[in-house]
């Protein structure tokens, strides 16, 4: 299901860039090619210069914000027919760029990273809005005006916004920082988590400890992924690192929410070890 170890080197290579010199569509591809060896990252991103050349002439000046984006959102949406993939949204494939690419269907944040990369070839300076739950794409030069790539491209404004995030979060309380523009290490690692959660939900936990061990080395004090490493070394029964990963998590100053389960795997583990 993966590839070769050179892939893996790139990948981890990520996890200590500067955030600002991250390509964003170079960077899913790499990821993408762990799980696919015949992918092509360079032919991919010529794919995406070549969309790009045919949305310019659909987007005729990117300086009229409101024009140039339902522009581009006709020709991507419309006419390439991208599309969220509401019947299976948690395949490994809908985080993979080259197989959304291909597919033409996704999820909120590969859509979104889609529809950013042809804006930038095109001159539009759009963002990602790393809003829970739903991923956004925010234009850097109107301020309250939101993309909706899963939904067709639909604008939204912050109340709209809100109440897209409170659907798909169960009445999670709103902050107005969750539309703030994410950085690009921010984004990559959105997408890394969401291939966690594909590899957990298939039970390939040797992959998802790659995943895990890529979202620590970017923010070491993350509690929750300690968390998730510590299950996914307890279904590995690597019994020791799982247990010093529920006591890492205990012991952290940052808010445990799972402290009972963290104690329960340390009770199943001590008898072992």
Known sequence: MVSGQNEWEKFF????????????????????????????????????????????????????????????????????????????????????????????????????????????????????????????????????????????????????CTERMMQVTDGMYWDPKHLLPITQKGFISRIVRNIKMSLISTQDYSGALKMIDWLIQVDPEIGHERLDRGLVNYHLERYSEALNDMRMYLSSDRPVSNSKLAQEIIDKINPIM
Request: a negative charge; hydrophobic letters at 40%; charged letters at 25%.
């Open 13 to 160: 290579d990520l996890a200590t860039m500067p955030s600002d010199q991250i390509e964003l569509d170079r960077s899913a591809l790499l990821i993408a090619s762990i799980f696919d060896t015949k992918l092509d990252v360079d032919q991919e991103l010529t794919n995406l210069d070549s969309m790009a050349k045919v949305a310019k002439r659909r987007v005729s000046s990117p300086d009229n914000h409101l024009t140039a984006v339902n522009n581009l959102s006709e020709y991507l949406f419309d006419e390439l027919g991208f599309s969220g993939n509401t019947k299976v949204y948690y395949d490994l494939k809908n985080s993979l760029l080259h197989e959304v690419l291909s597919s033409r269907r996704g999820i909120p944040i590969t859509l979104s990273l889609i529809y950013i990369e042809i804006g930038r070839r095109l001159g539009i300076p759009l963002t990602g809005i790393g809003m829970p739950g739903h991923f956004l794409v925010g234009h850097r030069d109107v301020p309250g005006l939101f993309i909706d790539p899963f939904n067709k491209g639909i604008l939204l404004n912050e109340a709209e």
